[in-house]
């Protein structure tokens, strides 16, 4: 094999350290062409080289390994393009995201939190169709469009109109701990016959001290830290999960800028809030 390449050669030739070559041997991303029963050594053609650097510039730009066995082993053309571009389109989301954060975190910086309208607001207990599950805290925001999707389809199937906004009640642990429960409801009024997840309920009443976020969820962090402090200062606090109500959400429009979440904190009502 006058080509062929030890692994430190092909390791020099391509970039790639041999501790990295040795995993990609393992998992079958990369493997040699030949390996010595007897020493274990390896040894990679030169043809390989051009596959390598393949898998190098991907890795480059944070595809998974799996996403790029699946490219390299694409039956066409079209397979593999189709592969490339769900991967840049994944990446130029996260760049959205990214460059979303660093503008938040600037105005954080420069302009601190600014006042909010902190509200008072007394909710009856409601009968309501609900998905209430144990989620970890990352997952919450697809979990919730999820679940909202499905409660909504639920009750066009049923033919019940919802009674006012969809919101959600969120436990201590999913702050805390990084998992509890979450529960996603929509108001309605009529007989709910329990499909899939979804169960009928009643949304207990509350004393809500309340704050209004106007724009994506990632941002609702702030309108929570406000929301605390009012709390922290000037109400009694009581245990019970926190609120949110979707005034104006996904269902309702795709520009994030337009969004409203009402958010509610459990409070003891003194008679002397407005």
């Keep these: 094999m006058s080509n062929a390449l030890t692994i430190g050669d ?14 990609y041997h393992q998992i079958g991303l990369l493997e040699p062409t030949d390996v010595d029963p007897d020493t274990g050594y390896r040894r990679y ?9 393949v898998i190098r510039r991907f890795r480059a730009l944070d595809m998974p390994l799996d ?9 066409d053309l079209r397979t593999r393009d189709h592969l490339i571009a769900a991967h840049l389109a994944r ?8 460059q979303q954060a660093v503008a938040s975190l600037r105005d954080l910086l420069e302009h601190g939190t600014a ?8 909710v009856q207990a409601t009968p309501a169709a609900v998905i209430s599950e144990d ?31 969809p919101g959600g009640m969120f436990a201590d642990e999913l702050f805390a701990d990084e998992y509890g429960r979450a529960t996603v409801f929509i108001p309605c009024h009529g007989r709910i016959r329990p499909m899939g997840r979804v169960t009928p309920t009643t949304v207990p009443a509350a004393e809500l001290a309340t704050i209004v976020h106007e724009g994506p969820h990632d941002e609702i962090d702030r309108a929570y ?7 922290a200062e000037h109400e009694l606090a009581v245990d019970g999960p926190l ?13 994030e800028g337009a969004w409203r979440t009402e958010i509610g904190w459990p409070i003891f009502a003194t008679g002397t809030t407005g």
């Design 135 to 165: 989620v970890g805290v990352a997952d919450v925001l697809l979990w919730y469009q999820g679940a909202l999707g499905e409660l909504r389809a639920t009750l066009a199937a049923q033919h019940i109109r919802a009674d006012g906004p």
């Design 67 to 75: 996403d790029i066995q699946a490219v390299l082993s694409a039956p």
């Design 45 to 53: 053609a030169t043809e390989q080289i051009p596959a390598a650097q």
């Design 10 to 23: 092909f390791s020099k030739a391509t970039h790639l350290s041999i501790r990295t070559l040795r995993h």
């Design 225 to 231: 830290g406000t929301l605390a402090a009012h709390v």
């Design 115 to 122: 006042p909010a309208a902190i509200g008072h607001r007394s």
């Design 243 to 255: 609120r949110e109500y979707y005034l104006v959400g996904p269902g309702d429009t795709a520009e």
């Design 91 to 98: 990446m130029e989301a996260g760049l959205a995201r990214t």
